[in-house]
């Protein structure tokens, strides 16, 4: 059934490559939003795919060899509604069709690769799936060819060019010591041969490679000029889902399939965090412009994801995932806030803008959602999972990161509010009188990811029983 | 031994030269260079048919659709870019086939692996680990390729025309 | 059904409350009628159930906490004594207040407040009962407020005052509570131990503050200025004396074993022999009508007190008796206050005078109120002022002197008064003065025949009185009829003609009747202290305020130097941080990439 996820995107592409071009110019954006639209519901009501054998006989032709669980159907789910959202922001924000055309046609790529990492149980084919995903990213960054976005996506592709040779050096050692390249075999050889100096060095190149493709702190350099220099549709895809699923779930997979929460791992874990979290808050506060600023607030969050994930107990992986969610939704929401306000009034700069709020009533609203969640105020979504972060480190043991964790919350409101106060609150200021609310494009899918994050905050004790308890199964699994 | 790490010593160079210099032609000219002497390491490494894939693809095809881009992309008129990819030619035109004679020559001298490795368990013929063991890597690698083209599409089409 | 009745005292004034804050703006009569209609019934009801005996409760909330009333011999004669002044001060208010501002605030708040009152009486339950009272902390607030505009800042300080009083209270009856194990009051029976005397004092305050006593006095002075003027006869006069005093000696009587030896005692005698003193000393130099009535209202207080305070069965009967003539004749002189302030426009004795010949029924009233109060015999201050007066020279000479000198006092001030507002020259301005009209002369009236009925007749409300404290205590005793003791009757009558010379030779000194205490008032070393205490250099209540205004002055530096700690190292460091942050991105590639091998190196040292 899961196939379906990958050929679906697959011959998709290979369909609107056809020689109708005129034609499937025209249907390129349903198609990819009907493959999207599949993909969500397939997660959603997995009874829902009738067809599933066939194409499960199609994927064994290719060998395929899946290992879903749940950890993997909330990321498809994730990958799902944002890419949904950034499709919807690309047809607001550009009515040439040969672009929507184009756009197409990397999304389904990129769907293709995130939806292959999220499932294979194999470290060589992760890694094929990795570059699919970052190859399609570098080219969605430069989409709009200026010469900012250029800049973006070199530093984007210099790091991770840095990040695949270490994978790879990574891959060819797990390999020499296990002679497969399957999770379980690297896992069982790890354990077998433990202590020798080519697993530490294998382990700490593989980590670092993960920690440059997530963007945390001192890997983060690419991280704001990638997101602040892409197109509006492009950053809610690269921070909502592309680097969480090249970066942080492959760190989660790994450490969870192979390396195991060890000692060292954990503090590493934790230390990284920590410091990625204090200082993408800091340098969030800093900035003037909207998506720089969101950017910097991304690596602070996925600092949280992180150091969950560090305390290696069942609940802290259950924090960092269902954080990992609360991000890509909240996180992808702010961007499609930005994007509303940067294409109603032309400028990200928070010092030109202000009292948006009346002139735009649902972004203001829907933003002040977005970081209501982001910096954890009950009863949104955010504040949840990062409840149960806290909790799990301080059940762990590790108190001063817990109070780190707390702390640093209080930069994330402060940066978000002085956000919203220069942006949606005060006096209107005179030059952007004419202002109207951003199209539909921009406000539907605000709207629906709204409504997501504060029915997950609402509903959480529903919630919580069919989307934490599973996760805490597969943990060392 | 000494071979080995003189080998490596001049791989390190040609890689250094290739990110140091600042003409964008001597760069490619390094990578192709790199390309080269990583290729005698796998030969030494004992994989001759990972060499000369290295060599076929990464240093000859790549490198010659690395100039022929820069020689394209650079700012002259018409007749000099011709001028100057005659003179390119002219200047390579015996450079495949050196790097091929010399490959070959190379796969035919027989030299010790020097790394002490625990060997895979078992070596299997390329092709049949190609399709029959790693199929699903090989359509991520189409996808890759698939992948690629389309950004050279995307993002340098309308530049040329321009 | 039958015990439903109970609820009746409560429900009907606050219905017909709720009833004008309805009525829309113009419609004055239909005020006018609920409020005089709630009243008559109420005192219908009043009627209906004094002598009666019934108990009541709801269960409300759990843990003991009973919605339970309890109608006795008490509860219904204070019941009685609350719907008489509320339908006699109605009767008033409706010519009295016709013209002012605020009518429907004010009468709604009047009925409420009758309401409460009702139910602070005839509540069996602490908690039920601490509702009531602090339901009549906001009313109390609010006709205040409506009097003028500047009486914000002294419904304020009521509100404080009492707030806080009502805040001890509300602690005392946790711990009677806690001690008792219940918080049905009828249950309730404590010694006064060491934690017992705790929450005896606690209870205390509440009910003495309630009445007005020292030293939670300051804001009734400020309020006879700037409230209506029934309110004071309704208030400060008669409801909070008739509530407070029942307050206190429920406590004293019933749920604490309050004995004559104990240092509560003495504590209760003291407060009331010091507010005696120290309130008529003030009354003494007032020169406005109702400011000096207001401290008269605290001084009787003190008689109260210090009567219930001996433990004395003649002594608590005393104090009881005082309350309700007290609360006769101090609501009848605030009365005729009002009729004076409404006929000239003044309540200024400067620009008074004279006008007795122009109202002869209000200064008939007065007369006969004023020779009540000073304890002229045989009006009804008299009696009761000699009970106390026995029951202090019983527990202490000092007592009784403080008790005799404030009668002396009391006497000069109201001569003065007297003198000065309704004798002397009839200024020009006041020539044209007429009589007010009979509706606000029936309450003065009536009120004064009862202040000569209870007198004459005191084994009336004596008779009422006794069987309160059971037979027990009483002993086969009867207070009623003239006083035993006649060296003590001569005692008094000697202070008061005293009084009276005092105040003869002033006003030949002086030659005028506003004049006639002046030289007590610039005596050597009291002028000094009137001086202070006119400019409230003795008010607990801005001494507290002073205290409260250092302490937030303290508080404003602390929070400066929290807020100087928060500006200049929190923000200022971590926009350093920022800044640092900011400029170490400066978004060349290389230094990122030295940033991550640099990482890559440390994680691999760690690891390995």
Known sequence: MYSSLILLPFFGVIVLNLPFRALMKKCAFWLCLSIVLFQICLILFPQICCFSDKLDALGSFFKFDFAVDSLSRVMLFCIGIVLFTALFVQRNNCEDEDKIFNFANVSLLILCGMNGVVMVKDIFSLYVFLEITAVSSFILIAFNKESVAFEGAFKYIILSAVATVLMLAAIALFLVISGDTGFSAISSALKVSQGRFFIGFAVGIFLCACFIKSGLVPFHGWVPDAYSSAPASVSVLLAGVVTKTVGIYTLIRIVNSIFGFGDPIKHLLLAVGAISIVVGALAALGQKDIKRMLAYSSISQVGYIVIGLGTGTALGLTGAIFHLFNHSIFKSLLFVNSAAVESETGTRDMDKLSGLAKKMPLTGITSILGSLSCAGIPPLAGFWSKLIIIIALWVSGFRGYAIIAVLASVLTLAYFLSWQRSVFFGILKEDLANVKEAGFGLVFPALILAVIIVGVGIFFPLFINSFALPIENILGG | ?162 | MQDKIILLPIIIPLFFGLMVFTVPKGFRAAKETLAFLATFLNLLIAIALFKSNISFSLPWAGLGLEFSLRLYNFSAFIILSIATFGFLIALYSIVFMRDKPSLKQFYAYFLITLSLASGVVLADNLVIMLFFWEGLLLTLFGMIYIGKKEAFKTATKAFIIVGIADLCLMVGIALTGHLSGTLAISQINLPLDALGSIAFILLMIGAISKAGSMPFHSWIPDAAIDAPLPFMALIPAAFEKLLGIYFLTRISMDMFRLTAGSWVSVLLMSIGAITIILAVMMALIQKDYKKLLSYHAISQVGYMILGIGTALPVGIIGGLFHMINNALYKSCLFLTGGSVEKSTGTANLEQLGGIGVKMPVTFACFIITAVSISGVPPFNGFFSKELVYDAALERGLIFYLAAVVGSFFTAASFLKLGHAAFLGKLSEKNKSVKEVSFAMLLPMIIIALLCVIFGVFNSLPIGLIQPILGKERLAGHNYSGFPSNAWLVIITIIVLLGALLNHIWGVKNKGSGLKAVDHIHYAPVLSVIYDRAEKRFFDPYEIGVKIAHGFSRIGFLFDRGIDWIYDNLTVKLTFAFTDQIKKLHNGNYSTYLIWSLAGLVLIIIFLI
């Open chain 2, 1 to 162: 031994m000494y071979l080995d790490i003189i080998i490596l010593v001049v791989l390190l160079l040609a890689s250094l030269w290739t990110v140091m210099t600042r003409s964008i032609l001597r760069s490619a000219i390094g990578l192709a260079l790199t390309s080269v002497i990583l290729s005698i390491v796998m030969f030494r490494l004992n994989s001759p048919l990972a060499a000369v894939f290295e060599l076929s693809v990464c240093a000859g095809l790549i490198s010659v659709l690395f100039v022929s881009t820069i020689s394209i992309t650079q700012p002259y008129t018409t007749e000099e870019i011709l001028k100057r990819m005659k003179d390119m030619f002219a200047r390579f035109r015996f450079l495949p086939l050196i790097i091929i004679v010399s490959a070959i020559g190379l796969a035919f001298v027989s030299i010790k692996p020097v790394i002490n490795l625990p060997p895979p368990e078992a070596i299997k013929d390329a092709r049949v680990m190609l399709w029959n063991v790693r199929g699903f890597d090989v359509m991520g690698q189409i996808l890759i390729l698939l992948t690629g083209v389309f950004g050279i599409v995307i993002l340098f089409k309308e530049g040329l025309k321009k």
